[in-house]
C-alpha cells in the first residue's frame, strides 16, 4: 500500500482510479479482505456474500461507465462506491495512514477489521449500503419503476440477513436457534437471502412491470418476502436503524410499507397476493410482538 496524506485521500484515489471499470472495481473490493499487507486470513470467508453480489452487478451491467455502448446505472454505481470507498479507508488505517475518518461508516468496518464477526461484518456493509441510499435518493429517483422497487427489494433482504445474525428472535422468532447459521455472511446460504438472480433478469435496465417480474418469482423467494420478512418489516427496519446508527433509515419504511423512491400511495404491491403457502408460513412463523431489541432478540 503506497503512502498518502490520509486513509481518506488515499481511499479516493483507489476509487476513482477504478470508477469506469467494473471489473477493477470487482478486484479492488476483492483486495480490501486481503488487508494492508496481504495477510487477513481471518477476513478472507467474510468475501463471499461481498462478492456474489458484485458478480450479480457485473451479470446486470448496472456499474458500466456512462460512456459505455449500454450504460449502467448512476444509482448502483454510487452505492458500489460508497462501499469501496469505506473499505478501502479502513484497510488504509489498519495499514496506519492517518485520520480522521471521513464518515461514520468507515469506524463500523475498522471495528470489522479489528475482530472481524458476522455481526460486526453486516453491521459495516449495512450501515455503508443505508448511508448510500439515503445520499442518492435523487438518483433512485430518475430510475424507472421496476427498478425502484427492487431497491427496496434488495434493502430490506439485506437488513433482513442482518437481523438473522445479530437479533434472531426478531428475524425468525420460535426457529431463532437457526438464524446464525442461515444468515452467516461465510457460508453459501446467505445467497438465498441476498440473491435477487432467480427474479431480475441479468440486464440492465429492466423492461418490464413489476408485475410481470413478481410473477415469475420462484416459490421461495416469495415466501421469503411477504410471509417471514414483510410481517416483521417495519421493526425490522427500527432495529437496522439503531444497530446502524442512521435513523434517516426509518424515511425509508411507513406503517410497514416501503417508501424509498416509492410512493405510499402505491404501497399494494407489498401485500401478498391470495397463497395459502405464505398463509401457512406466517401462522407457523408469527411476528414477535415485542418492541425490545437487545444482543439476544
Known amino acids: 500500500m503506497k503512502s498518502a496524506n490520509t486513509a481518506a485521500a488515499w481511499a479516493a484515489a483507489q476509487v476513482a482510479a477504478v470508477?469506469?471499470?467494473?471489473?477493477?472495481?470487482?478486484?479492488?473490493?476483492e483486495r480490501t479482505y486481503h488487508g494492508p499487507f496481504g495477510h487477513a486470513s481471518r477476513h478472507l470467508p467474510y468475501r463471499r456474500a461481498a462478492m456474489s453480489f458484485m458478480r450479480w452487478q457485473l451479470r446486470r451491467g448496472v456499474l458500466e461507465p456512462s460512456h459505455s455502448i449500454r450504460p449502467g446505472s448512476p444509482w448502483w454505481r454510487a452505492v458500489n462506491e460508497r462501499l469501496l470507498r469505506d473499505g478501502c479507508e479502513a484497510v488504509a488505517l489498519s495499514g496506519h495512514l492517518p485520520g480522521p475518518v471521513s464518515a461514520y461508516t468507515v469506524d463500523y468496518w475498522t471495528s470489522f477489521a479489528g475482530?472481524?464477526?458476522?455481526?460486526?461484518?453486516?453491521?459495516?456493509?449495512?450501515?455503508?449500503?443505508?448511508?448510500?441510499?439515503?445520499?442518492?435518493?435523487?438518483?433512485?429517483?430518475?430510475e424507472n419503476v421496476a427498478e425502484r422497487f427492487f431497491m427496496n427489494v434488495v434493502l430490506c433482504r439485506v437488513l433482513y440477513a442482518h437481523a438473522l445474525?445479530?437479533?434472531?428472535?426478531?428475524?425468525?422468532?420460535?426457529?431463532?436457534?437457526?438464524?446464525?447459521?442461515?444468515?452467516?455472511?461465510?457460508?453459501?446460504?446467505?445467497?438465498?437471502?441476498?440473491?435477487?438472480?432467480?427474479?431480475l433478469p441479468d440486464a440492465y435496465p429492466l423492461t418490464g412491470d413489476v408485475g410481470a417480474y413478481l410473477d415469475h418469482e420462484l416459490g421461495f423467494g416469495r415466501v421469503l418476502d411477504y410471509g417471514v420478512i414483510l410481517?416483521?418489516?417495519?421493526?425490522?427496519?427500527?432495529?437496522?436503524?439503531?444497530?446502524?446508527?442512521?435513523?434517516?433509515?426509518?424515511?425509508?419504511?411507513?406503517?410497514?410499507?416501503?417508501?424509498?423512491?416509492?410512493?405510499?400511495?402505491?404501497?399494494?404491491?407489498?401485500?401478498?397476493r391470495r397463497s395459502l403457502t405464505v398463509r401457512t408460513v406466517r401462522r407457523m412463523l408469527p411476528a414477535q410482538r415485542t418492541r425490545r431489541f437487545t444482543d439476544n432478540t
Open 19 to 29: 470508477r469506469d471499470d467494473p471489473r477493477a472495481r470487482f478486484a479492488l473490493i
Open 115 to 142: 475482530r472481524p464477526t458476522a455481526r460486526r461484518w453486516y453491521r459495516a456493509h449495512n450501515a455503508s449500503v443505508v448511508a448510500a441510499y439515503l445520499e442518492h435518493r435523487e438518483l433512485a429517483e430518475a
Open 165 to 199: 445474525v445479530a437479533a434472531p428472535r426478531l428475524a425468525l422468532g420460535w426457529l431463532r436457534p437457526l438464524a446464525p447459521l442461515l444468515g452467516d455472511p461465510r457460508l453459501g446460504m446467505t445467497g438465498i437471502f441476498l440473491s435477487l438472480s432467480r427474479v
Open 231 to 272: 410481517p416483521r418489516l417495519q421493526r425490522l427496519y427500527e432495529w437496522s436503524a439503531q444497530e446502524v446508527g442512521a435513523p434517516g433509515l426509518l424515511g425509508c419504511i411507513r406503517d410497514g410499507s416501503m417508501t424509498y423512491a416509492w410512493p405510499f400511495e402505491d404501497r399494494d404491491v407489498w401485500h401478498p
